[in-house]
């Protein structure tokens, strides 16, 4: 059963840094493809990015240049580096594994951006 856990959240002021991890175990993480959502307050939840199993990356418009994901298939983890951090990215980040009619969710890491 594939588990999906992360960490590295919490409050950050505007402008700051985070770097979340999410760990990987229960298959075999490299046919993944690995996603950060997030869901604000009274908000669906949304993509922030994602990562192909062959590294290609995918990020929403609200975080273009200022988040990147990243993988490491040797450590079977997930990050999402986030700079330039603003009050509007304040919300609960899931990690998401996919493979073809798989789906996995972590249980969120609350990132909270003070202005």
């Known amino acids: 059963q594939v588990q999906l856990v992360e960490s590295g959240g919490g409050l950050v002021q505007t402008g700051g840094s985070l770097r979340l991890s999410c760990a990987f175990s229960?298959?075999?993480?490299?046919?993944?493809?690995m996603g950060w959502y997030r869901q604000a307050p009274g908000k669906q939840r949304e993509l922030a990015a994602t990562?192909?199993?062959?590294?290609?990356?995918g990020y929403a418009d609200s975080v273009k240049g200022r988040f990147t994901i990243a993988r490491d298939n040797a450590k079977n983890t997930v990050y999402l580096q986030m700079n330039s951090l603003k009050p509007e990215d304040t919300a609960v980040y899931y990690c998401?594994?996919?493979?073809?009619?798989?789906?996995?969710w972590g249980q969120g890491t609350q990132v909270t951006v003070s202005s």
């Open positions: 229960g298959s075999s993480f490299s046919i993944y493809t």
């Open positions: 998401n594994a996919a493979a073809w009619a798989s789906v996995y």
């Open positions: 990562i192909t199993r062959a590294g290609s990356t």
